[in-house]
């Protein structure tokens, strides 16, 4: 069973030039990227897409990053696409990450942590529907 999950590539791995890198990982898996695009997020939209942490500490600080530079965004497909592309992702907290993970090869910091994936497939269908609204 196909499933979909949105990905993005946030700032801070747009700006470290890693957007190739993520893409490979991406598709050595055997993933299939179904809609791409570089955008810089209005406050609006990334509240909206970091909802569940609205009430958190740390969600000024979120939003305020998320939005600070372009990103990519991009659906993903495939079998067990948001549990394969979280895999690919490794933790939220980089330092704890296996090397070998997106996060435990490029990061040291969970405030930038290079990727997001969707954490379920309700999750992915509500975050395609704020990024990609007409497409899917
Ligand atoms: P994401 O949603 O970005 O894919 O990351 P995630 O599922 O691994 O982690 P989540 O719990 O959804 O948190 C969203 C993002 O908020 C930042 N964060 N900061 N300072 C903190 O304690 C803290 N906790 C989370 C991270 O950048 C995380 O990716
Ligand atoms: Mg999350």
């Avoid at 499933?3 to 898996?29: A, F, M, N, S, Y």
């Avoid at 993933?31 to 955008?39: C, N, S, Y």
């Avoid at 490029?106 to 990727?115: S, T």
Wanted: no cysteine; aromatic share 6%; proline share 5%.
């Amino acid at each position: 069973m196909s499933e979909r999950t949105l990905v993005l590539i946030k700032p801070d791995g747009v700006r470290r030039g890693l957007v190739g890198d993520v893409i490979g990982r991406i598709e050595r898996k055997g993933l299939k990227i179904v809609a791409m695009e570089l955008r810089t997020l209005d406050a609006d939209t990334a509240k909206a897409h970091y909802a569940e942490h609205s009430e958190r500490p740390f969600f000024g600080e979120l939003v305020e990053f998320i939005t600070s530079a372009p990103l990519v965004a991009m659906v993903v497909e495939g079998p067990r696409a948001v549990e394969a592309f979280r895999a690919l992702a490794g933790l939220t907290d980089p330092v704890k990450s296996a090397p070998g993970t997106i996060r435990g090869d490029h990061a040291l910091e969970i405030g930038e942590n290079v990727v997001h994936g969707s954490d379920s497939t309700e999750s992915s269908a509500r975050e395609i529907k704020i990024f990609f609204p007409d497409r899917f």
